[in-house]
Antibody, heavy 122, light 108 residues
Framework: QVQLQQWGAGLLKPSETLSLTCAVS????????WSWIRQPPGKGLEWIGE???????TYNPSLKSRVSISLDMSKNQFSLKLSSVTAADTAVYYC????????????????WGQGTLVIVSS | DIQMTQSPSSLSASVGDRVSITCRAS??????LNWYQQKPGKAPKLLIY???TLHSGVPSRFSGSGSGTDFTLTISTLQPEDFATYYC??????????FGRGTKLEIK
């Protein structure tokens, strides 16, 4: 059973860079897309971006200029960096696996990491 | 962007009730629609994908329907563990996956 375990700094000052890592265990890294999703306190979910096992990335256009997602296949880990953070970036950040059924085109996110609360405050 | 609108935003119901939550897409998304359940302090969990396919391990009291722009999540007989927030998500656009704002299901 695939499990995602994530970690990273939880308190940042404005203009700093958010950095989170997610480790994948119990399953293959290949053949899937590895995503980051965030949820501001009391609000809904926002997809940030993803990377596949070949290192191809796709980002939310609204965050693209500040986001970078990378992977370390040797460790079965992928990471998120979000630069120049502001209070608006305060949120719980989740990593998740996107499953893609290529023939039918269906996609879903499962499983998810446990979430990391990142607070941006001066 | 494809906008997803859920209604209602909150709902009060009793154990044993049948409830339905609606999700409307701003553009036709065929059946590229997923439903997730989130409990306080926890990550979302997949319930249904492709609008009506129950994810492995999800109780059969959950069902999904719809196609195009209008979708429904139905819980046939509410159980205590079903009180949570539910989100729809479209995956029609592979440039930007968007979620609804959620429906909070509370105990009456």
């Amino acid at each position: 059973q695939v499990q995602l375990q994530q970690w990273g700094a939880g308190l940042l000052k404005p203009s700093e860079t958010l950095s989170l890592t997610c480790a994948v265990s119990g399953g293959s890294f290949s053949g899937y897309y590895w995503s980051w999703i965030r949820q501001p306190p009391g609000k809904g979910l926002e997809w940030i971006g993803e990377i596949n096992h070949s290192g191809i990335t796709t980002y939310n256009p609204s965050l693209k200029s500040r986001v970078s997602i990378s992977l370390d296949m040797s460790k079965n880990q992928f990471s998120l960096k979000l630069s120049s953070v502001t209070a608006a970036d305060t949120a719980v950040y989740y990593c998740a696996r996107r499953v893609n059924i290529a023939v039918a085109g269906f996609n879903w996110f499962d499983p998810w990491g446990q979430g990391t609360l990142v607070i941006v405050s001066s | 962007d494809i906008q997803m609108t859920q209604s209602p935003s909150s709902l009060s119901a009793s154990v044993g009730d049948r409830v339905s939550i609606t999700c409307r897409a701003s553009h036709s998304i065929s059946n590229y629609l997923n439903w997730y359940q989130q409990k306080p302090g926890k990550a979302p969990k997949l319930l249904i994908y492709a609008a009506s396919t129950l994810h492995s391990g999800v109780p059969s009291r959950f069902s999904g329907s719809g196609s195009g722009t209008d979708f429904t999540l139905t819980i046939s007989t509410l159980q205590p563990e079903d009180f949570a927030t539910y989100y729809c998500q479209q995956t029609y656009s592979n440039i930007l996956y968007t979620f609804g704002r959620g429906t909070k299901l509370e105990i009456k």
